[in-house]
């Protein structure tokens, strides 16, 4: 039903399209929007109501918070005779259309499979633990009162190993194109060969601390002022609202606070910078003042085309790494300002490309930075939003590539959300015949496909085969040579779209059914203790009702399983026939099975009662318990065969306390030692202590299985093994260290929401096609890889990235430059199998200045941290710096010695589009993973370093280089952010208030003169001393200041993708020392050199490559 078909009826995608969610797409031809002009891009221009995502965006955005349901689902209707405690009666009466919940003994002939749960297969209540089921023989049927399921199917269930020869079917789709498939470097599935270590982790007891008390001692720890909590990047306890700060959070958590708003809420920007400008405010300093006479050119005022930066290291001293003692002065102190300043770039970006919308037609533009907030049109390239590149002006062969030692690499968001004034991809539906591919590279039908011979055939721009155009696709040139339906066809005027896959694009050539959530929640002593299970719980009641959903569907399609687990698994039959829900144990965790297929995945209305009533019952059910030991491996397992069993996709979200000692498979010990730190065995902190883990996620990811884990850790829990899957898996990994309800619970819910609500997409493969001559060679992300080329990811959401790295295989040419294609296959949350293209013409030079004035800093330490936090896995972490270091020195040496001007040999000139680079490459040698300090512990490297490996280019610039922004300098009259300011102490004033955020934590950082009436307005106490650091939010006072710094901290915390921790500080207290950990251009306690220290040491490197 392409209705692509029609003649071409007007101007192109002017017509609202509401069917774009939904499938149903009336045409692209439409009718033009009044007003729109019609210009040929005219119809991308204007407001396209239709096309933005609908209001209110009820499947992904969090904005509103959850208003209470309607009609609360009444337990009582139907729980007459209900003990409290338990779930149902024991053999619950059926009701209609209910199995029996089979008696041990008496079975109906035929149903074979209930004889073998005898002991307690359908257990009510608690005790169940005690009955061990016996996993059936694979040709027993397990659903009781129904048919039994021929042999065929069930024994599918149990398969493991290699991923079905549909998969295989599969792949050939997305394959066809060799230039990938080289043998030479398969980049190993992150993380592959594991060792073991013993643990020095500090045993600690189950009870979680209370907010204020330091870290628990660590061994050698000399600090003097512990932290709240031992993890600087990732702490935890957000605001408690005080409406819900009790043990037993009010059912609907609604009228609260909503998530986050949606992601890209207005972005005033930075105001003009106040003192980074090089030379400003720091006394009249021209060009360096007095200090560098030879750096003509350092302190000229931005404007085009600003000249290379120039220092003169003669007077320079240049410090290596960590030897200077702590208060050492140099000789000649560089005055920080005229150095090159990230505030200054930034605002600089911001003032000059702010304004205007980006569009995409021309080739190799460089884009506004991430921290620009600007519109994107598409006009035939990708938007930034899905792909970044290093540069945007590839070398044309590899000897030039490998002379400037600069990395070509793209970072990819394939599903990223887009504001709401920009268009989503459109839908193509060629019908049966599916989308149009080059025959030899198999490269999607795209704008930079050049059709010929009168338009009956068209030559491929990656491969330059000449392919037939297929009848129905056939269409007349213009005189130029473009297809006359040129604008009424995404794929032909556009960057990105998507196509209907059709069957031939599914595993066993089969349409997909919905895919289904899993909640798996660990309910053992501390989960239970700590009131978790409790909020779970009740959140789950009504986060149900916001699963993703498609377009315009009236409900979502993703059904709903629920476990619980300790050391043994309990799975609940939800069935909506059913008067109670009914609880199966299953005990043998040894070679795990699902006790049920009927009843165990739901529809959230359908089965409302009786989930509802199973969500009271959990917290009652497992309030006693004493069990501390958890498994789980298993709990992977359970979910894995329950989607197999259902044949679908779906994600896991396992909410889990400990390190899984029960004994199971995937059993865990304790090897945490943080003696090992700076040692040739630190890789193994990083590794899983055994390799169980990457099987299962291979599993997971051959079914579409995706992971995401919440965790509850009061101690070392192995964050590097348990994150394997959900790793591998696409999924997520959220932390709350020593996790309390009262200040924790906050952040937790709002990440919970986000996360079960976000787009997602399932049993995805990407596969990036490039022009001949560059080929995709290595990838970083979470994902999966069974051969070279083939990104799998068993669930792929709108916040994760993948960077892909490209290599010269060949010659390009500066005439027809270089493409890359990324084509993602997914299944959409409805079940609808559909391919992303994302297509993205890059120029290519002779000349070494065009690489470099082409570059972009932040996706080029995107790519170095992501790269180096892989090396971590396999090299000595002081190897993997080194090498950082000589990488970047070899870059700035290479353009100095081929694109500077002459000029004395001792200056350091680094490229305009690259001057940031040694203070971002800084950041990254000092972050935690490269360089930890005393307070990091084992858990938050590794999960640190799973996170970075998913952030896109605007994550990991505020990750590495913190917002630090004034509170006291805001207009509290207007909605602008204060200007940022560059992150050093001796930028804070004593008198001030500053806010500082990196994505994962907001700081909220008062200094010891600030006014008495400011410390009254905001914090609600009248002096300094009385501020309590315990805050986990900010007291609601109806002032200005008030006002104006909640909206900031409410709008930052929109802004990321996931809920930040806020930690109030006070100058010259203990936890400044926390807060000082993110002033990255300072020296660092754990060793990191400072700003100026650093580009002192970059640029002896430098000289030294030069010489
Ligand atoms: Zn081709």
């Known amino acids: 039903m392409s209705v692509n078909q029609q003649a071409h009826t007007g101007p192109p995608y002017g017509q ?10 009336p045409a692209y031809g439409g009718q033009s929007l009044p007003g729109v002009p019609q210009s040929q891009y005219g119809a991308y221009n204007g407001p396209m109501p239709g096309y933005q995502q609908p209001v209110p965006p009820q499947g992904y955005f969090p904005s509103l918070g959850f208003p209470s349901k309607g009609s609360p689902v009444s337990l009582n209707s139907d729980t007459s005779s209900l003990a409290p405690n338990f779930i149902g009666s024991l053999r619950a009466p059926p009701t209609s259309g209910a199995p029996p919940p089979a008696s041990g003994a008496s079975h109906p002939s035929g149903h074979l499979a209930y004889s073998q749960f005898e002991h307690g297969d359908v257990q009510n209540g608690i005790p169940a633990s005690a009955a061990p089921m016996q996993r059936p023989p694979a040709s027993q049927p397990f659903l009781p009162g129904s048919a039994p ?157 600003p000249p290379p930066k120039r220092l003169d290291p003669d007077s320079i001293p240049s410090p290596q790494l960590n030897e200077l003692p702590p208060q050492q002065k140099p000789r000649h102190r560089i005055d920080p300002d005229a150095i090159p300043s990230p505030i200054q770039v930034i605002e600089d970006d911001r003032n000059n490309r702010g304004s205007e919308p980006f569009v995409t037609g021309v080739r190799g533009q460089v884009p506004p930075l991430v921290t620009t907030n600007f519109l994107v049109k598409d006009q035939g390239n990708a938007s930034p939003r899905y792909i970044r590149c290093t540069s945007y002006n590839i070398p044309c062969t590899s000897d030039m590539a490998k002379q400037s030692q600069v990395p070509l690499a793209a970072v990819i968001k394939p ?73 009424d066809r995404p794929e032909l ?115 409302r009662t009786v989930i509802a009533s199973l969500l009271d019952q959990i917290p009652e059910m497992f309030a006693d318990t004493r069990e501390t ?81 919440f965790l509850f850790p009061n101690q070392y829990l192995d964050v590097a093994t348990l994150g394997v899957v959900p790793y591998q898996t696409g999924g997520s990994i959220y932390k709350y260290a020593y996790f309390q309800l009262e200040t924790d619970q906050y952040r937790f819910l709002n990440d919970l929401r986000r996360d079960v609500q976000k787009e997602v997409g399932f049993d995805a493969v990407m596969r990036v096609r490039t022009s001949t001559g560059i080929r995709a060679t290595d990838f970083f992300g979470a ?92 090299s000595p972490v002081k190897t993997v710096r080194d090498a950082l270091i000589n990488q970047c020195a070899q870059i700035l040496a290479c353009y100095r010695k081929n694109c500077a001007s002459p000029s004395s040999a001792g200056q350091l000139i680094l490229p305009e589009c690259m ?70 102490e001796e930028r804070l004033s004593k008198g001030d208030i500053y806010l500082l955020e990196n994505g994962l934590n907001v700081f909220v950082w008062v200094g010891v003169s600030v006014q008495q009436g400011l410390i009254q307005n905001l914090f609600g106490v009248s002096s300094f001393s009385q501020i309590s650091n315990a805050l986990s939010t900010l007291p609601v006072m109806e002032n200005p200041f008030s006002k104006k710094v909640r909206s900031i901290v409410d709008m930052i915390q929109g802004q990321r993708s996931r809920y930040m921790k806020l930690i109030i500080v006070k100058q010259e207290d203990k936890l400044e020392m926390l807060f000082k950990h993110f002033l990255v251009e300072d020296k660092s306690l754990s060793g990191g050199a400072s700003y100026v220290d650093f580009l002192c040491h970059m640029h002896k490197e430098i000289r030294q490559l030069l010489s």
């Open 783 to 874: 994902f999966y890889m069974s051969n070279t080329t083939d990104v799998e990811m068993a669930g792929l959401d709108c916040d994760k990235t993948i960077t892909v790295e490209f290599k010269h295989d060949d010659k390009l040419s500066e005439d027809s430059g270089a493409l890359l294609q990324c084509a993602l296959l997914y299944t959409s949350c409805a079940g609808q199998r559909r391919l992303r293209i994302h297509n993205l013409s890059l120029n290519c030079c002779t000349q070494l200045a065009d690489l470099y004035r082409n570059c972009e800093t932040d996706t080029l330490i995107n790519y170095l941290a992501k790269y180096a936090y892989r090396g971590v896995l396999s």
């Open 149 to 305: 399921t021929p042999v065929s199917q069930i024994s599918t269930f149990q398969q493991y190993g290699p991923p079905p020869a549909s998969v295989q079917q599969l792949r050939n789709h997305m394959a066809g194109m060799t230039i990938g498939s080289t043998a030479a470097s398969a980049p190993p599935p992150a993380g592959l060969g594991y060792g073991v270590g013993p643990s020095s982790y500090p045993p600690t007891t189950g009870a979680p601390r209370p907010p204020a008390m330091p870290g628990p001692p660590l061994p050698g720890q000399t600090v003097a002022g512990p932290p709240p909590s031992s993890q600087p990047n990732h702490v935890s306890s957000p605001p408690p609202p005080s409406s819900m700060a009790g043990l037993h959070p009010g059912p609907p958590m609604s009228g609260l606070h909503g998530p986050p708003p949606p992601t890209h809420p207005p972005q005033p920007g930075y105001q003009m910078q106040q003192n980074g400008s090089f030379g400003q405010m720091r006394g009249p300093q021209p060009n360096y003042g007095g200090a560098y006479p030879g750096a003509p050119n350092y302190g000229s005022p931005p404007g085009p085309p």
């Open 915 to 984: 001057k940031l680079l040694p203070v971002y490459l800084n950041c990254v040698l000092k972050s935690d993973v490269l360089q930890p300090g005393p307070e990091v512990t084992t858990d938050d490297r590794a999960y640190i370093r799973q996170l970075v490996t998913s952030m896109d280019v605007a994550e990991t610039n505020v990750f590495f280089y913190p917002r630090l922004l004034p509170l006291t300098k805001a207009d509290v009259d207007s909605d602008s952010l204060p200007a940022a300011i560059r992150n050093s």
């Open 629 to 709: 030991e958890t498994v789980f491996a298993p709990v992977i397992q359970a979910g894995l065969e329950a989607l197999k069993a259902a044949e679908c996709a779906g994600k896991l979200f396992i909410f889990h306390t400990s390190l899984p000692i029960a004994e199971a498979p995937g059993k865990l010990k304790n090897r945490d030692d943080r003696k090992l730190i700076n040692t040739d065995k630190e890789k193994t902190l990083f590794q899983p202590q055994t390799s169980f883990y990457n099987n299962l996620a291979k599993d997971c990811v051959a079914q579409g299985c995706c992971v995401d884990l």
């Open 415 to 487: 599903l990223a959300t887009l504001p709401p004034e920009e268009t989503l991809p459109y839908l193509v539906d060629h019908g049966e015949s599916g989308p149009v591919r080059c025959n030899r590279c198999k490269a999607y039908m795209c704008p930079f496909m050049q059709f010929i011979e009168g338009g009956r055939r068209f030559q491929c721009c990656f491969c330059s085969c000449v392919t037939e155009v297929p009848p129905h696709y056939f269409q007349h040139l213009d005189h130029t040579g473009k297809r006359v339906d040129f604008y």
């Open 493 to 607: 005027s556009l960057g990105s779209y998507e196509f209907l896959a059709t069957v031939d694009y599914c595993k066993n050539n089969k349409f997909p059914s919905p895919p289904a959530f899993i909640f798996m929640i660990d309910v053992s002593y501390n989960a239970v203790k700590s009131g978790l299970v409790r909020l779970i719980c009740e959140e789950l009641k009504s986060l149900l009702d916001y699963l993703p959903r498609e377009g315009n569907m009236e409900e979502s399609a993703i059904r709903v399983g629920f476990v619980t687990y300790n050391k043994v698994l309990h799975f609940y039959n939800v069935k909506s026939s059913l008067a109670q829900p009914q609880m199966m144990v299953v005990s043998d965790v040894a070679d795990m099975f699902v006790p049920l297929l009927d009843g165990f995945l739901v529809n959230v209305n359908e089965s």
């Open 16 to 25: 609202p399209q509401p069917g774009y969610q939904g499938y149903q797409q």
